[in-house]
């Protein structure tokens, strides 16, 4: 028996405008920005808000993953598939990360943004980004891949690493799959568990506007809007190579495998728009894998690159990097040599791995690769700390898109996209639910 709930002929009733969650989350964020710039206090005030809900999500964020992984790997009748999937998926990650750092490299020698700020090394603060600096220097490659085993089979689900649920998943699906009929019943729960953690992400999603709300609310009272006026530059800089990227880069991979990268966008506008209040992309985690599936990803291939995604291939992360290693030289009147250049891109290529899914892994990615190039000073850092939480909602929304369009891409070179309703649901066809509880294959005799 097949029963495929995402994909169910009723249409579902007319909504009003208000009622829709993107809408929601547009007016939550811009009254978060009101009450943080007007009355700064109150806006700090509801930081808890934010961080509530961001606990929320990611407290569902390794059930739907394992579900997920496990179901899909389960279900392949090529068990080998896996190990394909992931050799596409590590490809592409490669290819268009690296694209992503030579692309900030690129822009910041074009544009110049820290160009004649003058600023002497010896007059900045070094302990203001101590804590950064030292984070960095206890995260290495090495402790990075041994982290992903987890001390116990349980503990995968209950430490919040992303990876390690990831690893557990990819192992029980390929023994359930290898056990055969004898585990149907375990697949059939599995299954039926999907439906129950989807129902409870998307209930959790009502309450999107109120997180959105008290994160903006935060960041606008803590570091003011004025703080963005101050290095101005390097933060326009930022978003433009950004929405750049997006529009055009990964545009023509879109574009190339036969969709539109801009009607992706307006696909995943709600979840664009939550990760834009939070400054958190793991906030949308759950909604991303959700919609994905029911746009016509295979379930098997969004499980796999969508949690390895999250940690191998952040693009917004590494525009940051090769950008704001480069301003902190031009403010200091560090002059840098293409050789030296190179030398630092192939450093970040590195320490992005190294420091993937920790928290605040941009500023710490750049402390590691500054550390380990020492032409460009390290306190350097200092001068872009107060802006950093504005770029990192900028980091977290293009990170979001690489890995959409990723996953896409990859389903599509398995065989396993159904062409024809992502057409028909990026072009605003077949209204669906936000997020869409995954189909249930009942094991039968």
């Known amino acids: 028996m097949r029963i495929d709930t995402s994909r169910s002929p009723a249409m579902p009733p007319a909504r009003a405008w208000w009622q829709h969650l993107y809408v929601q989350v547009l007016a939550a964020i811009a009254l978060g920005a009101v009450i943080g710039h007007c009355w700064p206090a109150t806006g700090e005030a509801l930081k808890p808000l934010g961080d509530a809900f961001i606990k929320l999500v990611k407290m569902v964020i390794a059930p739907v993953i394992f579900l997920s992984v496990v179901s899909g790997i389960a279900g392949m009748r090529d068990i080998g598939g896996v190990g394909r999937v992931a050799a596409k998926a590590f490809g592409y ?229 090769t950008l704001a290693a480069l301003f902190i030289a031009q403010a200091t009147n560090v002059s840098l040599t293409f050789d030296q250049q190179l030398a630092l891109l192939a450093v970040a290529m590195l320490s992005s791995k190294g420091a993937a899914g920790v928290t605040g892994a941009g500023f710490i990615t750049l402390a590691a690769t500054l550390s380990i190039v020492p032409t460009v000073p390290v306190a350097g850092m200092a001068l872009i700390l107060g802006i950093d939480r504005f770029m990192s909602e900028c980091r977290s929304l293009t990170n979001f898109m690489g890995n959409a369009v990723a996953t896409i891409v990859v389903a599509r070179w398995e065989g396993a996209l159904d062409r024809d309703r992502l057409a028909a649901v990026l072009a605003g066809g077949q209204p669906i639910a936000p997020v869409a509880p995954p189909s249930v294959e009942s094991a039968t005799d």
């Open 93 to 321: 990650f490669l290819v268009v990360s690296t694209g992503a750092l030579f692309f900030g490299l690129a822009v910041a020698n074009l544009v110049r943004p820290g160009a004649g700020l003058n600023i002497d090394p010896a007059t900045l603060d070094p302990g203001a980004v101590a804590d950064y600096v030292h984070k960095a220097h206890d995260t290495s490659v090495v402790g990075f891949l041994t982290d992903i085993i987890p001390t116990t089979l349980v503990s995968a689900l209950t430490d919040g690493s992303i990876l390690q649920t990831l690893f557990v998943a990819i192992l029980f699906g390929v023994a359930l799959s290898l056990v055969g009929k004898p585990a149907a019943p375990v697949l059939d729960l599995v299954d039926r568990l999907a439906l129950v953690i989807f129902r409870l992400v998307a209930m959790l999603m009502r309450l999107a506007p109120i997180g959105a709300f008290g994160a903006i609310a935060f960041t606008i009272g803590k570091f003011g809007i004025g703080a963005l006026a101050n290095l101005g530059a390097l933060v326009a800089t930022f978003y433009l190579t950004s929405i750049t990227f997006v529009l055009i880069v990964l545009g023509i991979i879109a574009r190339v495998h036969g969709f539109s990268v801009v009607r992706l966008i307006v696909y995943l506008r709600a979840e664009l728009l939550l990760v834009l209040g939070t400054s958190s992309s793991e906030a949308a985690l759950p909604s991303l894998i959700g919609k994905l599936e029911a746009a016509g990803c295979d379930r098997s291939i969004v499980g796999l690159v969508v949690p390895t995604g999250y940690s191998f291939n952040l693009d917004g992360t590494n525009i940051y990097m």
